[in-house]
């Protein structure tokens, strides 16, 4: 084992694949329950006939709570409001939050031109997530604390140590052998934290890695895996055991705890997307009951595309000219389909049930009243 110093950067970090059995019993077992779980969620998202429903609200989940385990903490009413208009008004954390999704979908859309992931993949999403024109490391100094101060991990130093570490990284993701997936997308996601190739934002660059490397392994078809929840609610243990695999080699453990997120994560975001099915065919039935004049299951859909929308979004889509869809939007408020809500000189268009359903951890949804004959 290599000598590990927490003051010294430990640039003796071993290359992958680790010199270890990882394919234990115990993780096989894990590895095949989180694979059928992944495989059911990625069932559940064909189903939706609006693949940009999910593309534009379940990453928002995962931006949230991945940007808070790195104590970057916004709320879902900021978030969700900002996400579907001008994002210069919004504070700063969500401004970096909202950021997180940019990148997660930037990098979504370059594995579906062909391209890779590569150590410039990672490069391209921490900038986008920092804003700023960044590469790796050059300069030393940089150490992560705990919560008392004390320095518990240096990462190497170097940029041509990082850049032989990186390609060894690299390599890795793409060298066919027998280990399986979602393995080795625990033991890449160790190996790239413990390289720590930027000066910052590399927890929540990981963690895009690791959505787009198992889009990128065919195990999921969209970005929409909300492996941060799981993260952030164990997240003591998240550091503990990425710390362990550095001092004691302890990669079972690691490899556990990864499996473990994968498959929660993947039954919560599968149950949540059949309710968002539900919400969307129940909110299709009524609006076509309520109001036949108003309803098309475009104008329906675009809510669930953007759960806060302005006249413009309407126009925009088509969908009328600002008097008609103006008074579309009116029908719908007094329908309590919408709600309404000043922004400015203008006003929000809100699908409330939607949001809700969002930000909850709860799968219920308030029901629409019954509707005897259309108004």
Known sequence: MSIFDPNRPFNALPALPPRVDLETKTVLKACLDARVKLAALKEAAALIPNQDVLINSIPLREAKDSSAIENIVTTNDQLFRFAS????????????????????????????????????????????????????????????????????????????????????????????SDLDPLIKMAVAHYQFEAIHPFPDGNGRTGRVLNILFLIEKGLLDLPILY??????????????????????????????????????????????IWAIRTLMDETVRYVAVALPKVYSRELVELFFV?????????????????????GYLGQLVDAGVLRDEKAGREKLYVNVRFLDLLTSDSNECTPFPEVVQAR
């Open 85 to 176: 208009a001008d994002a210069a008004q919004a504070d700063v954390a969500t401004k970096e939050t909202l950021r997180y999704r940019t990148a997660l979908l930037r990098g979504y859309e370059s594995l579906k031109r062909g391209r890779p992931l590569t150590t410039n993949t990672a490069v391209d999403v921490c900038r986008v997530i920092k804003d700023v024109d960044l590469d790796l490391r050059r300069t030393p100094g940089t150490n992560l604390k705990n919560q008392d101060g004390r320095v518990i991990y240096t990462p190497p130093e170097g940029e041509r140590v990082l850049r032989e570490k990186m390609s060894n990284w690299e390599r890795f993701i793409h060298e066919e």
């Open 227 to 272: 492996l941060s929840r799981s993260i952030n609610e164990r997240r003591s243990d998240y550091y503990r055991l990425l710390l362990e695999v550095t001092t004691e080699e302890s990669w079972e453990p690691w490899v556990l705890y990864m499996l473990a997120a994968v498959e929660e994560t993947s039954d919560w975001t599968r149950r949540k």
């Open 306 to 326: 953007q759960p806060y929308a302005r006249i413009q979004n309407l126009v925009d889509a088509g969908l009328g000219t600002r008097k008609t869809v103006s």
